[in-house]
């Protein structure tokens, strides 16, 4: 493949900032297209697709190569972008994970799984879609971005879900800016469904302590079909503000922001919620498939301190429980030490819980990896 020298320096500015830098490939190529708005379509998929191919298979480049130039691993992606994974060296070299998240995936998960998963990481993420059911169904949504050219398969685990098979003007149309889909991977459209139907049907307040932009938000009020109250909390105003704006696109009305500015705001709430869901920080190690810089940048340190926040969040947030109110935890991690451990050590120091049930949904079943666990209160 030759490309003209605009997008080479675009794509080697990119993965200087990524790699040397420390930015996250999606923030510098959101910023890249923002500044360059000459830059057309194709264009821009050449430039991200070439970014991300190479960070998700960054040490293999450098492997053959043997060089840490950007350049050499630009030009030998170019002349040859297909993986070899017979070469010789390193299963971690070759799947390109730095050390500490090889280390430490293989001691939690063991050496075969890890693997299983590994590979699995390494595929591109399928591209799915929700449908809003405060809008319309997901036959008719289906029906109505055939006929503008977008095609999609229907997954019977979800019943909301489509998955696009041909990326095709899929927000410069009537139906996404008039909030009749919102994009959520398949298995983060299972974190609503965890809770049990007439469990969620029957409560008056959920509390959503850590939104973000509100994907899961947005998916309760919707299965909710507006009724009762959701709190959506974060500690971001920006993220807030944009869960504002899907709100009014996707027309829920249930949903009140608020941000956490400090631990009185977490106090004014105590025993107040029917159904508590703390989707928490984590290290990304489930969604390393959108998010390949987690490959380079994980680092043991940074998993610790995530421990002690994850432990921090469960004893402080969950003050805003009723008794009889189920609490949701959630992370898009696959780690066992973000998941299963964390829960168990929450109900140790915390015996009037009991854990209903728990999964973990791995990556090697095609979509995200999460972890998702269902307590009560008694």
Known sequence: MKLHKPLLDAILNALHKIIHENFYSDKVLEHLFKSNKKLGK???????????????????????????????????????PNIDLNIPADKRITLSFNNDLWTIAEQ??????????????NQSAPLVIRTNTLKTSK???????????????????????????????LTQNEWFQSGHYEFQDLSSQKVAH??????????????????????????????????GQIIAMDIDQKKLQELKKRCRRAGCTNVQTKLIDSSKTIKRLE???????????CTGTGVIKRKPDTKLKFTISNMNE????????????????????????????????????QVQT????????????????????GFDGFYMALLKKQ
């Open 271 to 281: 025993n107040s919620a029917d159904i508590l869901l703390i989707d928490a920080p």
């Open 42 to 80: 194709r264009d821009r998929q050449i430039i991200a697709e070439t970014t991300y191919n190479i960070i998700r298979y960054y040490y293999y480049f450098q492997h053959i190569t043997n060089s840490n130039d950007h350049e050499k691993i630009l030009n030998a992606y170019l002349q040859n």
């Open 346 to 365: 929450f109900l140790n120091n915390n015996p009037n819980y009991q854990l209903i049930k728990q999964t973990t949904l791995y990556p090697s079943n």
């Open 108 to 121: 939690q998960l063991g050496k075969e799984k890890w693997l299983r998963e590994a590979e699995a990481l």
């Open 139 to 169: 036959h008719q949504l289906q029906s109505r971005l055939k006929e503008i050219g977008i095609e999609t398969i229907e997954n019977q685990d979800v019943p909301e879900a489509l998955i696009i098979t041909n990326k095709k003007f």
């Open 194 to 227: 965890f809770i049990p139907y007439d469990i969620l049907q029957s409560a008056h307040r959920i509390i959503d302590a850590c939104a973000g932009a509100g994907g899961k938000t947005l998916h309760l009020s919707a299965l909710k079909n507006n009724k």
């Open 306 to 341: 995530l421990l002690k926040l994850q432990q921090n969040i469960l004893s402080s947030y969950s003050k805003m429980l009723k008794t009889n109110g189920y609490l949701l935890y959630v992370t898009c991690s696959i780690l066992p030490a973000e998941n299963e451990q």
